[in-house]
Nanobody, 130 residues
Framework: QVRLVETGGGSVPAGGSLRLSCAAS????????MGWFRQTPASGKEREGV??????????YYADSVKGRFTISQDNAKNPLDLQMNSLKPEDTAMYYC?????????????????????WGQGTQVTVSS
């Protein structure tokens, strides 16, 4: 069982920056993909994949809406998973969740599918004011 804990949410004006961090309670060597999702009241149960890294060593996967503004990073499997968010927009306002999966996560937009992830953090709120 992998327990994930997010930190770093908050409120910023548009154009500002925030850095989210996700710590895992156990080793994550069995994890195939790990990353960040977000959810708003309007999205219902669906969670939008924001940024994902995979164990296959390929480049990170990003949602089109955050490319060039968000950067996901993790030095190694023992270190927290970080999400640097720059040039924030009001539409980035959401609850952000860290997630991980030990199932096959695929390629292309595959890793951004929230329903393949079986480990989730409790979430951290990000609010961007206009």
């Amino acid at each position: 069982q992998v327990r994930l804990v997010e930190t770093g949410g908050g409120s910023v004006p548009a154009g500002g920056s925030l850095r989210l961090s996700c710590a895992a309670s156990t080793n994550i060597y069995s994890i195939s993909c790990m990353g960040w999702f977000r959810q708003t009241p309007a999205s219902g149960k669906e969670r939008e994949g924001v940024a994902i890294i995979s164990a296959n060593g390929r480049s990170p996967y990003y949602a089109d809406s955050v490319k060039g503004r968000f950067t996901i990073s993790q030095d190694n499997a023992k270190n927290p998973l970080d999400l640097q968010m720059n040039s924030l927009k009001p539409e980035d306002t959401a609850m952000y969740y860290c997630a991980a999966t030990d199932s096959y996560c695929g390629d292309g937009y595959g890793p951004l599918r929230y329903y393949i992830y079986n480990y989730w953090g409790q979430g951290t709120q990000v609010t961007v004011s206009s």
